[in-house]
């Protein structure tokens, strides 16, 4: 078991990484202080695989639970489901100390970090995620949001939580694609800030499609201390520090848009995100071409694309004006100067960005 401090000062909260380790909750929860009842949100099918196990480990420490269960899709993230579930625990919270914990994957992190940080001016909420991509990115470093029709996250705070469990366990019921859709992310760490990490996959990359609980709390452990570094210095993303952290994003998030959420996973749009930010990298004389061969090579081995089929590239072009990056109409581009080390650049010629992607397509 691994613990990662993420330090800032009065609201510095433990990230526990392990295997086999939801029975200590309950201790862990005590120890904070939290409450006499955990609200925990999820959907049914954590619900019914992993609810018996949970509830033990806190009725154990004298906790009492609620359960409650919301669609398992990219809605859930919605002002109205959200006023849904605050009513419900309004309605629950007379003679309580209720605080919430977000059980499931990113929507239901984003989703309950939010409730917690509007109820009540903010109640404490902890995070136990059970896919790859939110053990080792969004339930770390407290951006809680929901959507509106206008666009993805717009509503939201910067609200962190006060526990992350990270179980390794959790991970064994996820599909392969779940799976690559988190380790998009593990490549994209190695790839910003840790060159150790980027060769410890070209080489492990196996055992962690296996699910071997030792490579996978290998990867998570690394990927946490490497987002809590980030998040200390740049909790709200104002010195371009926690903004390395988009990298692959520009023009990952706009493949995902252009194909309307629904032809690509996350971590498949992060990938060729990262693979066009790479060539931009290498058009810019920023890094040789072997550089970009091993990225390449990387995220073709374990599995994930490299090339979309039927290139919306319009599409493409337009969704990428979206990104919260941009400054005004200046685009604004995380790059890579070597394996580990990124440069942020600004008003890159739009007929490089447009052969980026044009790489990308078949
Ligand atoms: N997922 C990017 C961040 O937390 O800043």
């Known amino acids: 078991m691994e613990i990662v401090k993420l330090n800032l000062k009065r609201r510095t909260y433990n990230i526990i990484i392990g295997s086999n380790i939801l029975g200590r909750l309950g201790k862990e929860i005590c120890k904070l202080k939290l409450g006499d009842t955990a609200y925990i949100i999820t959907n049914a099918l954590i619900k019914n695989k992993y609810a018996g196990k949970l509830t033990k480990a806190l009725k154990r420490s004298g906790i009492d639970v609620i359960y409650k269960t919301v669609p398992d899709s990219e809605q859930s993230k919605s002002i109205k489901i959200s006023t849904q579930v605050i009513i419900d625990i309004a309605r629950y919270d007379k003679k309580r100390r209720i605080f919430i914990i977000a059980f499931g994957g990113?929507?239901?992190?984003?989703?309950?970090?939010?409730?917690?940080?509007?109820?009540?001016?903010?109640?404490?909420?902890?995070?136990?995620?059970?896919?790859?991509?939110?053990?080792?990115?969004?339930?770390?470093?407290?951006?809680?949001?929901?959507?509106?029709?206008?666009?993805?996250?717009?509503?939201?705070?910067?609200?962190?939580?006060?526990?992350?469990?990270?179980?390794?366990?959790?991970?064994?019921?996820?599909?392969?694609?779940?799976?690559?859709?988190?380790?998009?992310?593990?490549?994209k760490y190695?790839?910003?800030?840790?060159?150790?990490?980027?060769?410890?996959?070209?080489?492990?990359?196996?055992?962690?499609?296996?699910?071997?609980?030792?490579?996978?709390?290998?990867?998570?452990?690394?990927?946490?201390?490497?987002?809590?570094?980030?998040?200390?210095?740049?909790?709200?993303?104002?010195?371009?520090?926690?903004?390395?952290?988009?990298?692959?994003?520009?023009?990952?998030?706009?493949?995902?848009?252009?194909?309307?959420?629904k032809k690509h996973t996350h971590g498949e749009g992060i990938a060729l995100g990262m693979l066009a930010a790479v060539d931009i990298s290498r058009r810019l004389n920023l890094i040789n071409q072997s550089i970009s061969q091993r990225i390449e090579k990387l995220i073709k081995l374990v599995g994930l694309p490299i090339r979309i089929r039927k290139l919306p590239l319009k599409g493409i072009i337009n969704a990428h004006y979206h990104d919260k990056k941009f400054i005004g109409k200046k685009n604004r581009f995380v790059l890579l100067e070597d394996i580990g080390k990124t440069k942020i650049v600004v008003n890159i010629p739009s007929k490089i960005i447009r052969e980026a992607i044009l790489r990308i397509g078949e």
């Open 106 to 187: 990113g929507v239901i992190g984003d989703l309950s970090g939010f409730i917690a940080s509007i109820y009540k001016r903010g109640i404490p909420y902890i995070q136990i995620p059970t896919t790859l991509l939110a053990q080792v990115d969004s339930s770390i470093g407290g951006k809680t949001a929901v959507d509106l029709i206008e666009g993805k996250n717009l509503v939201g705070a910067f609200y962190q939580p006060r526990l992350v469990l990270s179980d390794v366990r959790l991970l064994n019921t996820l599909s392969k694609r779940q799976v690559l859709s988190g380790l998009a992310e593990v490549i």
């Open 190 to 261: 190695g790839i910003i800030k840790d060159r150790q990490l980027f060769t410890y996959l070209e080489r492990n990359y196996q055992d962690i499609l296996d699910l071997e609980p030792g490579a996978l709390e290998h990867i998570v452990a690394r990927c946490s201390l490497i987002k809590a570094n980030i998040v200390e210095q740049d909790e709200k993303e104002e010195k371009e520090i926690r903004t390395i952290l988009n990298f692959g994003h520009t023009i990952g998030h706009a493949i995902e848009a252009a194909s309307s959420y």
